[in-house]
């Protein structure tokens, strides 16, 4: 994981206490250079990577205007977005940290939020950053940071904001391998089954999001995540089955959802009491 500016040392061992303490994920990653995926206890074979993450303070977050709302239990559904903006040729982590930047002032100043909607981003270049605070080390603990990124809903989704417009175009093979690993941390960190677990914004809400073409990879991208977890030695639990009046409801995708930059369908419900 690489280290930024502002989060430092401190919070490090922060993650690395939580980790240690709920046998959730140990800090490492998938081929970075700079730590390799140790194991939680002495007693448990499996070994949960965590992919490379850029901390808030590596784009300069502002300071969410009210207090972070954090469950101790965890999620039971990752959700998959698109951010609706352009599908940027612009790689760099620079373009990375400016696009979590921009999405967070929309956010604050336009939808008059506490923070950063999503718990994380990827950018088309494949990096991955931190979006809602106090997100690394909730997910470190098994615990869920409530974000504001699927409507009466966000008490049991953890949300990752893809970058681009996937209606039509696909993500970059970089975005695709860098969520392929981010959904096996997850669902190795949360105990959750790929197949039943990782769903798209519209089986929730009313929305085209995450775009009909990233939206028709998911069953791939689900045994992506399975042979991923599988090779790491992460443990996979049994896909639910049961009903569940929070889950997933599979509404019609509408016609003339509005077309502007950052908006892809309801984020907030009267059921949620963050924003």
Not at 85 to 92: C, D, Q
Not at 134 to 142: F, G, L, N, V
Not at 176 to 183: D, E, F, S
């Amino acid at each position: 994981m690489t280290e930024n500016p502002g989060s430092g040392l401190d919070r490090r061992a922060i993650l690395r206490g939580a980790a240690i303490a709920s046998g959730a994920v140990a800090l490492g990653a998938f081929g970075a250079t700079n730590a390799s995926a140790q194991p939680v206890d002495a007693t448990d074979v499996a070994r949960i990577a965590q992919p490379e993450l850029y901390w808030r303070g590596a784009w300069n977050a502002r300071p969410p205007s009210g207090p972070i709302q954090v469950l101790a239990a965890p999620p039971r559904y990752i959700v998959v977005h698109h951010t609706a903006t352009a599908n940027s040729t612009n790689y760099t982590l620079d373009h990375a940290l400016a696009l979590s930047k921009s999405i967070q002032n929309y956010h604050m100043d336009s939808n008059g939020w506490i923070d950063t909607g999503q718990q994380l981003t990827i950018s088309r270049g494949g990096h991955l950053m931190e979006g809602r605070d106090r997100t690394p080390e909730s997910i470190a603990a098994r615990q869920h940071v409530v974000g504001a990124h699927v409507a009466n809903n966000n008490n049991t989704c953890i949300g990752i904001e893809n970058e681009g417009t996937y209606t039509s175009a696909s993500p970059t093979q970089a975005l695709t391998n860098t969520l392929v690993q981010t959904l096996a941390w997850l669902c190795g960190a949360y105990g959750l089954n790929p197949q039943s677990a990782i769903l798209g914004h519209r089986d929730f809400n009313a929305t085209a999001c995450p775009g009909d073409v990233l939206y028709s990879m998911l069953p791939d991208l689900r045994n992506r995540v399975a042979q991923t977890m599988l090779a790491h030695d992460i443990p996979i639990a049994a896909a639910r089955h049961e009903p569940d009046e929070n889950g997933p409801t599979y509404p019609a995708v509408p016609d003339n959802e509005p077309e502007r930059e950052f908006y892809h369908g309801p984020t907030r419900g009267e059921d949620d009491f963050s924003r």
